[in-house]
Nanobody, 124 residues
């Protein structure tokens, strides 16, 4: 079992930056693929970024490539999403999610664990 708690969301102006954090519990965390997903109001949930258990592999949605960076610290059971050059269309609830495999590239037909999410609002 893995429990995930996100933090770091908030209101930011377009062009600004935020860093989201995800605190994970559970001894198996280090062996999981971790990902960030988001859901904007009235839209479907979408993949943002994912990272393998050793951080040797990462994947990004085309819409965030070059602006967002995913990272993890297995010693501290943390996953991060650094978001730069934010745009109003990045406004969404961002959730941290885990898949019970060392690396699974997108697309994902489902994740095994997820947090409640943190709201990111980008004003124009």
């Amino acid at each position: 079992q893995v429990q995930l708690v996100e933090s770091g969301g908030g209101l930011v102006q377009a062009g600004g930056s935020l860093r989201l954090s995800c605190a994970a519990s559970g001894r198996s965390f280090r062996f999981y693929t971790m990902g960030w997903f988001r859901q904007a109001p009235g839209k479907e949930r979408e993949f943002v970024a994912s990272i393998s258990w050793t951080a040797g592999s990462t994947a990004y949605a085309d819409s965030v490539k070059g602006r967002f960076t995913i990272a993890r610290n297995n010693d501290e059971n943390m996953v991060y999403l650094r978001m730069n050059s934010l745009k109003p269309e990045d406004t969404a609830v961002y959730s941290c999610e885990a898949k019970d495999t060392t690396w699974s590239p997108p697309p994902y037909d489902g994740m095994d664990y997820w947090g409640k999410g943190t709201l990111v609002t980008v004003s124009s």
